[in-house]
């Protein structure tokens, strides 16, 4: 196998298949309300890509609360009751614009796909849009311990494929998401903004017309692999 061959590809949920920082933005804002301080949206930056337990932990660090173990527990569940009454709303319009085409695309060149989120409503999302059975293995925030940077979800989701973390491309929109390929030594390719996502190999504005040969084209061009 060449060093290089796409194998598969692993997908971060949030700000690469759908948009729920918008709804996670909501129930953190409505928790923050609730504790009397304020959430700016430039505050629900911070959270991006990392565990409901150290979002809140961000949250009260801005709002200067202190808290128990007990007590923030509390906290995050009722935060992700709200977030849930949200996200069960959700339909196929909320799939982000080229998501389904690529991934349609990859499953007929018959590319493994995965997905590596630390939401720990992944599979309700991915029910809720109709697009579970287009994924060979789903790891999500129940089934891994560490946040990322660390690399787990991702090469926990190599291992459930079977594919060589080196033949494995992540699709991330968080510059720790992109941290966390690295560190798994994996290619990444960011959605979003270079100016965030400079760390790596690629970086779109989105799926729009993108494809698997334009991916093939560039990836193994763009950059040299760091290992």
């Known amino acids: 196998m060449n060093k290089k061959e796409i194998k598969a590809c692993i ?5 690469v298949i759908v ?7 909501l129930a953190w804002k409505r928790l923050a309300t609730e504790m009397d301080f304020d959430f700016t949206e430039q505050d629900n930056e911070r959270l991006k890509g990392i565990s409901r337990m150290a979002s809140l932990d961000i949250l009260l660090e801005i709002g200067n ?7 923030k527990e509390k906290l995050a569940a009722k935060k992700n009751a709200w977030y849930v009454d949200y996200i069960i709303k959700m339909d196929t319009t909320e799939i982000l614009p080229g998501v389904l085409d690529f991934i349609t695309e990859l499953k007929e060149k018959n590319i493994r796909i995965a997905l590596g989120s630390a939401s720990k409503n992944a599979m309700t999302i991915l029910t809720q849009i109709q697009i579970l059975d287009y994924f060979d293995a789903i790891i999500d925030g129940t089934k ?3 946040a990322k940077p660390d690399p787990e979800v991702f090469l926990k989701g190599a291992e ?4 060589d973390p080196k033949n494995c491309v992540v699709f991330e929109d968080a510059e720790a998401g992109v941290e ?4 798994g030594k994996m290619r990444c ?10 760390k790596a190999n690629l970086v779109i504005p989105d799926f729009n017309n993108f494809s698997l040969q334009q991916l093939n084209n560039t990836l193994v ?4 692999l760091p290992f």
Do not use: C, R
């Open 180 to 183: 966390a390929a690295i560190n």
């Open 11 to 15: 997908f971060d949920l949030d700000g």
């Open 189 to 198: 390719v960011g959605i979003g903004s270079p100016a965030v996502l400079g």
């Open 144 to 146: 891994v311990n560490n």
């Open 19 to 25: 948009d729920t920082a918008k709804y996670h933005y």
């Open 221 to 224: 061009k763009v950059k040299p």
């Open 160 to 163: 459930a494929l079977g594919i």
């Open 65 to 71: 609360k202190n808290l128990s173990d007990n007590e």
